[in-house]
């Protein structure tokens, strides 16, 4: 009969910062891992605190409570398979992101991080300490490679263990998730099985993390790059997994292949994901938001709703005198058609109150952005007050192209706890809606069928801050400043890269001024969900004062 080694993945949802949940979360994966007759029981990279816990890792206190937590569980699951668990491990004065092994009641063997990441959303080289390049570990007779997330995309560290005596690779992740990424790791996996001839799990987390979205996707490849399994994406799953031996070594059995969403369902699922997570990891149960009648409030409504649940949505209108009919009409058909609770507050009273009251200093001037501006702050406070009062975080609704080139109000529409569709260009928003009004997936909590009038989604983009108002008064047309935008800040190219594509010179200058002059704003804006390598927060760090601009 052909050796097995059975391997249970526990593609989970750590909690940052909840040592005591994601021990009780590991001890529950290795109980069914036991119960299933697995010989090592898997769980991802720095399971033990959450992950990107940042710089909470150097905290001295923490990191000794994980490491604490770790060897009880090493105690607890003495009787069983080994466990593999990701932490922080402090030894000889130095702090490593580690993959900590426990068999027989203690931790039996460390795997030290070595290719540490220091860009888009990870500072590791701030946190730990680079560990040296390492051999395989044991289970029983059998020797595992583990190189840690980042380790597994450069070819140095697989090599060694393979040269080292490694049989397979067991990757253990903390991936985020950013669009066509699975592709980028199936990718970067076959490289390294190709290169050692090794089969290769790649375990991956799952869950919402501040921006971030651990997008889980687990899969298994055997030499030649073979797809052997794929996990579900997105969902928790504790799987398990056979290897057999053969002549030629080891071999990953079939297993069933989940399908894989295309990116608008993908995108749409991390948008609900995030904000479904940020509040169960927050404490909040409930959000509200403005609903002017435009697509932005419109699609995060509905984000809101598949996340929580109508019943945990409430839609404010606001309108002024330069509210449309049509946008009375769209705003009260979305909460319809979602089942929200829908409020009217007229703002026209509150703001002929602040008229009058500066009426004495603005004396003697015109009126223009900063009367304008009154509206918008006005529905801020009324809206921070409802949250106040009936602690329902508020959601705010700006897209990617606005926050790129501040057209918000800071202080007033840029006011809430959270933004579904901060990393979500105009263009995408549209289509966006359109993909939400022909689909429905098990995961989402809101109804089936057009839930965002088409009449909404084709009509000029407008704040309705004044008579006649468009967004293109002010702008480009969105597919026009969407192109300059992902060329400036997507793919961090010049003016001229911007101009050789046919833009005018004049346009993207202006742009690319706005894009500065807004920073102050961005670092008072919400956190919301990541979609791409270049989102606003993390991915992108500019100063806020800031003189220089592109020559070319």
Not at 164 to 192: I, Q
Request: with cysteine; proline share 6%.
């Amino acid at each position: 009969m052909a050796e097995r080694f059975r391997i249970t993945l526990a593609q989970l949802d750590p909690v940052v910062g909840d040592i005591d949940g994601n021990a009780a979360k590991a001890r529950a994966a290795w109980d069914a891992g036991r119960d299933a007759g697995a010989d090592l029981v898997a769980t991802t990279e720095m399971f033990i605190t959450g992950y990107n816990a940042q710089d909470l890792v150097m905290k001295p206190a923490f990191h000794r409570a994980a490491m604490a937590a770790v060897e009880a569980l090493a105690r607890d699951c003495a009787d069983g398979p080994a466990l593999a668990i990701g932490g922080p491990w402090a030894e000889d004065g130095k702090l490593y992101n580690a993959y900590l092994i426990s068999r027989g009641g203690k931790v039996a063997a460390k795997v030290f991080k070595h290719e540490l990441p220091n860009e888009t959303v990870f500072d590791e080289v701030r946190i730990f300490d680079a560990g040296p390049l390492g051999g395989p570990y044991a289970v029983g007779n059998v020797r595992v490679g583990s190189p840690i997330c980042e380790d597994s995309w450069h070819p140095d560290v697989a090599e060694t263990l393979a040269e080292t005596g490694a049989e397979f690779l067991l990757v253990p992740n903390g991936s985020p998730y950013y669009r066509h990424k699975l592709d980028v790791r199936v990718t970067h996996m076959v490289s390294r099985v190709i290169e050692t001839g090794l089969p290769l799990i790649y375990l991956n987390m799952v869950g919402g993390q501040d921006d971030q979205v651990f997008d889980g996707g687990s899969f298994g490849l055997n030499p030649g790059g073979g797809l052997a399994f794929r996990l579900p994406v997105f969902d928790e799953v504790v799987s398990h997994v056979d290897l057999e031996r053969g002549p030629e070594g080891w071999r990953i059995l079939p297993g069933e292949i989940a399908p894989q969403p295309d990116e608008w369902e993908q995108d749409y699922r991390v948008m609900v994901q995030s904000l479904r997570d940020y509040m169960r990891k927050t404490g909040f149960r409930k959000v509200l938001l403005g609903l002017s009648g435009g697509v932005d409030s419109a699609l995060v409504a509905a984000i809101a709703v598949d996340a929580l649940g109508p019943e945990n949505v409430r839609c404010v209108m606001l309108p002024s005198e330069y509210t449309s009919s049509e946008s009375l009409e769209d705003a009260e058909g979305v909460a319809k058609a979602l089942g929200v609770r829908y409020d009217y507050v007229p703002i026209g009273p509150a703001r002929a109150a602040v008229t009058e009251t500066l009426a004495p200093l603005f004396e003697g001037t015109e009126p223009g952005l900063t009367e304008e501006n009154v509206q918008s702050r006005l529905r801020g406070l009324l809206l921070m007050a409802l949250s106040n009062k009936f602690g329902e975080m508020l959601l705010t609704t700006g897209n990617k192209s606005e926050v790129a080139v501040g057209y918000a109000t800071i202080y007033g529409d840029m006011a809430g706890g959270y933004n579904p569709i901060k990393d979500l260009y105009k263009t995408r928003v549209f289509e966006t809606c359109r993909w939400r009004n022909d689909h429905h997936r098990e995961w989402m909590m809101g109804p089936a069928g057009e839930v965002i009038p088409p009449r909404m989604i084709e009509k000029p983009p407008s704040a309705e801050l004044r008579e006649d108002q468009k967004d293109s008064d002010s702008l480009p047309d969105y597919p026009e400043l969407d192109a300059i935008l992902e060329t400036l800040v997507d793919r961090d190219g010049s003016v001229a890269d911007a101009v050789a594509l046919g833009f005018d010179r004049e346009t993207v200058k202006k742009v690319e001024n706005l894009i500065y002059i807004s920073e102050y704003k961005r670092f008072q804006s919400a956190p919301g969900a990541r979609l791409t390598k270049r989102a606003f927060w993390l991915d992108r760090r500019y100063p806020i004062v800031n003189r220089w601009r592109d020559p070319s």
